[in-house]
């Protein structure tokens, strides 16, 4: 009974952990280079599955046969054009702080209530909305902006 009664906190700290990484927050593993200069392959980051989707966040997004982080340039119900490199959301050019290289054109399109449309810093170099589609929310696990690895880049990103 006394060893029971021990145990108690380690099942309890156990089971916080579980949850947290199941519910909260759970480490990721950035690969490939379409996020490029803002994130590097190999970089371990930390996905916050809490809270909502805003403009230029970056997102984790599920996919087979592995998931794929990108920027989020576009939200629900708004239009997106890409003419001349340049990026047109709801008819006003927004500024393109995160892309690096050409962005590629795309058709004027509107997004419905549960799309975003998104695209990886490393514009010439990533399989992003202009090539799969809008993303529909239900396959964002959630979002990141802190680099817990290498420890030269620790901390939040730009």
């Given at each position: 009974?006394?060893i029971?009664?021990?145990?108690?906190?380690?099942?309890?700290?156990?089971?916080v952990?579980v949850?947290?990484?199941?519910f909260?927050?759970?480490?990721?593993?950035?690969?490939?280079?379409?996020?490029?200069?803002?994130?590097?392959?190999?970089?371990i980051m930390?996905?916050?599955?809490?809270?909502?989707?805003?403009?230029?966040d970056?997102?984790?997004?599920?996919?087979?046969?592995?998931?794929?982080?990108?920027?989020?340039?576009a939200?629900?119900?708004?239009?997106?054009?890409i003419k001349?490199?340049t990026?047109y959301?709801?008819?006003?050019?927004?500024?393109?702080k995160?892309?690096d290289?050409?962005?590629?054109?795309?058709?004027k399109i509107?997004?419905k209530?549960n799309?975003?449309?998104?695209?990886?810093?490393?514009?010439?170099?990533?399989?992003?909305?202009?090539?799969i589609?809008?993303?529909d929310?239900?396959?964002?696990?959630?979002?990141?902006?802190?680099?817990?690895?290498?420890?030269t880049?620790f901390?939040n990103?730009?």
């Open positions: 009974m006394k029971l009664k021990e145990l108690i906190p380690y099942v309890i700290i156990l089971i952990v949850l947290i990484r199941s909260i927050a759970t480490p990721i593993k950035v690969d490939g280079k379409s996020m490029y200069p803002t994130l590097n392959g190999n970089e930390i996905l916050n599955k809490l809270g909502k989707i805003d403009r230029y970056v997102v984790v997004i599920e996919t087979k046969p592995s998931d794929i982080i990108k920027r989020v340039i939200l629900p119900n708004e239009t997106i054009e001349n490199n990026i959301v709801n008819g006003k050019k927004i500024d393109d995160y892309g290289g050409e962005t590629s054109d795309y058709d509107t997004l209530d799309e975003y449309f998104v695209l990886g810093d490393n514009r010439e170099n990533s399989k992003d909305s202009r090539v589609g809008p993303i929310a239900s396959l964002i696990k959630g979002t990141t902006k802190f680099v817990l690895f290498p420890f880049k901390g990103i730009k």
